[in-house]
Structures are given as C-alpha cells and as structure tokens.
C-alpha cells in the first residue's frame, strides 16, 4: 500500500478535509493512476453535501487527468507511463453499453453514485484503518493515486495539451459537446439557446461553432460568466437574473424564454441546451423552442422534481430528451474535443482556473459563486 493525499467528503455539507489515507495495490484488472489534476464539478458538490446516494466517507472527483502507475495483470492495452483521461464505470455487457452508449449502462448509479468495487469493497483507508470510499465515477481523482477499471480510461496520444484541460473532458466537456453533436445534431446556419454558462454550457457553445450555428444564444443568472460565453462564440448574451422572481427553492431563474424570443422575432430557436438542473429553466428551454424544435436537458433537478410544459406546443414537433455524458463513449469523443483542440478549434482554456488541492475549498467557494467557470484541481 501506498500512502495518498486526499480531499474526502465526510458528510459536514459542501466542505472537504485533506487527510492522508493509504491506497491498495491494483487487483488483476484494475489500473492505478497517478493522477495531475481534477475537474470540480457541480456533482462533486452535490455529494459532498450529501445530496446524492453516494455513502460517506468518500473521496469525490470524476474529472481526473493523469498517468498510469501500474497496471494489475489481467489488464491489456495499457502500461505505466500512459498519460490518461479518466471517466465514468460501465459493465461493458449490456445492450446499451454494447451500442456505444455506455452512460445508459443499467448499472451506472450503483457502479459511479456507489463509490465501491461491484463486489462492495474499497481500496482506501484512513489513517485509523478505516474505510474510504473510492471508485466513484470510475477514479475518484480527489486523491493523488486512484484505482480505475480499464474501461474507464481514455488514453491520450501526443498531445501539447496540459492536464489541466485535460482534465475537465471526463465528464462536463463531452457532456456538453456530445449533446450538441450527438442528441440534438445541430445542423449549419441553425438557431441554438444556452441556458446556464457553466462549464457544460460552454463546451455546448464550442460546440454548436463547430457544428455551424449562425446564430448561439446564452443566459446565466452569473453576469461574469457572459463575457467567456461571447468569446467562445456565443452571438448574443443577456443576465438571466434581470428583472426576475426567484423559484420555490429561492432560485433566481428568470424568464429566459421570452427574451430568447423577443431576440428571435418571436419565433424562437431551433435548440436549446439546458445544462443548470434548476426545473424552470427546463421548461424555459422548452418554451424558447420553434415549431420542430428540439431541447437537450442536461442538468441534474433535485429528486422528484418535475419539468413542465405547455402540451399543445409539443404537437409542433418540438421534442425533448435528456442526456448523460454526451450521449457517446468517452473513447469516442475525446479523441475528437482532443482533435479540435489541437487545430484551435475548442478553446477549452478560455474558462479554466487552477488551485492546489490543498485549496480545494476556496475553489468550492468560487464555483458556487460564480467567479470561476470551471476550477482544476492540481495533485
């Protein structure tokens, strides 16, 4: 065993504490990273504040970057030195994950929220003995070294691409790009709307400019977070939280639909991207829909929650789907956000910021309010 640093979430709402906690040698079929650096993410935050049915203790982190350690014997096509992105765990078995749509995989909750190996164990422990959490989503790359499943990995070719932006593509990249090329399949000269300016509306922005849209629309109730949205591509950008009620939970949501309508000459958008899991907005992007529109929703809502829409307008043909992680393998579109990339065609750096881990809560405290689009964690 090795001895790691770790953020762990131990149930004190949205907080993380630095321990050292040792890690397990890799089993026959697992992988060991070594991981450089880690997206934060708004599921991160989630967990940590216990909102999610992931148990405590556990060491979050699904957005890793970095280079294979060891490779447990049973494992084939990677070895020590490879550079990695790390995503999500699937069987690999089923129908869904046998047609290239793993993130549909029956067992994606228990295998990513569950944060154990399928036989229940973890390969972390405390400094007591006790034990931690891992394998959540796959890396758990809140931790200096992770345990991964193959299949989890991506591996990076020669790439002039630093870990910091490599990192955050394991999960809210493609979410984002993978719903504009692979869900929606926004065509040249189209009308797209971007409800929420996170990280996964971003990567929709540079997304739709690579598919062709004439025109991209963006809100956020984060003013800072505009001026990155028109320098990725986006035409138009307006505060969501002008002149607006707050919902039932207290969140400003704004009556985005209208303004995006008012923008379109009344007639709407050809599709919209809802990437902010706050209901309303949901059916704000349904709402901002032309007649044979389409709306991709891909925030997470509370429990329970419901989306709500006018029916009538449906029989337009305007449709609505929902989509996890870009609706696509990771091996698939990584490789092709990496491609892009490289001929400065996704300019992911534009809405990075980096911390030490040892800052991990300072970095918590500008995702929640706004001031950092997308924040990296360096090991």
Not at 6 to 32: H, I, K, N, Q, Y
Not at 128 to 145: C, I, K, L, M, T
């Amino acid at each position: 065993m090795d001895r790691v640093k770790a953020a762990v979430c131990r149930g004190s709402g949205d907080r993380f504490r630095l321990e050292e906690l040792t890690v397990e040698d890799p089993r026959p079929d697992e992988v060991l990273v070594r991981f450089t650096a880690a997206g934060l993410c708004h599921t991160d935050l989630e967990v940590a504040a216990g909102r999610m049915p992931t148990p405590f203790p556990v060491v979050a982190g699904h957005e890793g970057a970095g280079v294979v350690e060891a490779v447990g014997p049973a494992v084939t096509g990677f070895t020590p030195g490879d550079r990695v992105v790390a995503s999500f765990s699937f069987c690999g078995s089923c129908r869904n994950c046998l047609s290239g749509l793993p993130a549909y995989c029956p067992d994606h909750f228990p295998l990513n929220f569950g944060a154990r190996r399928a036989d229940g164990s973890v390969g972390l422990r405390d400094a007591s003995g006790e034990p931690v959490h891992d394998h959540f989503f796959g890396q758990s790359s809140f931790a200096r070294y992770g345990l991964c499943r193959p299949s989890s990995l991506v591996k990076v070719p020669d790439s002039s691409m630093s870990d910091d932006v490599l990192a955050p593509l394991g999960c809210g990249v493609i979410t984002g790009a993978g719903a504009v090329w692979n869900v929606l399949r926004v065509s040249p000269g189209s009308t797209v709307a971007v409800l929420g300016a996170g990280a996964v509306g971003l990567s929709a922005v540079m997304a739709a400019v690579v598919a062709g849209a004439s025109r991209i629309i963006v809100s956020d109730t984060h003013h800072s977070r505009l001026d990155p949205a028109a320098h990725l591509g986006a035409t138009d950008v307006f505060d969501a939280a002008d002149g607006t009620d707050a919902d039932d939970n207290g969140a400003t949501v704004g009556n985005g639909a209208a303004r995006i309508r008012e923008l379109t000459g009344g007639r709407g958008v050809d599709f919209s991207v809802e990437s902010t899991g706050v209901p309303e907005v949901m059916a704000q992007a349904v709402a901002a829909l032309a007649p044979l529109g389409s709306a991709a929703i891909l925030g997470a809502a509370p429990g329970g929650a419901d989306l709500r829409t006018n029916a009538f307008a449906l029989l337009e043909g305007r449709t609505v789907t929902g989509s996890i992680v870009g609706h696509q393998a990771p091996a698939v579109l990584v490789p092709r956000i990496l491609d892009l990339h490289g001929r400065g065609l996704f300019p992911l750096e534009a809405m990075i910021r980096t911390y030490p881990l040892d800052d991990i809560n300072k970095a918590v405290d500008d995702a929640r309010s706004g001031a950092v689009v997308k924040a990296v964690l360096l090991h």
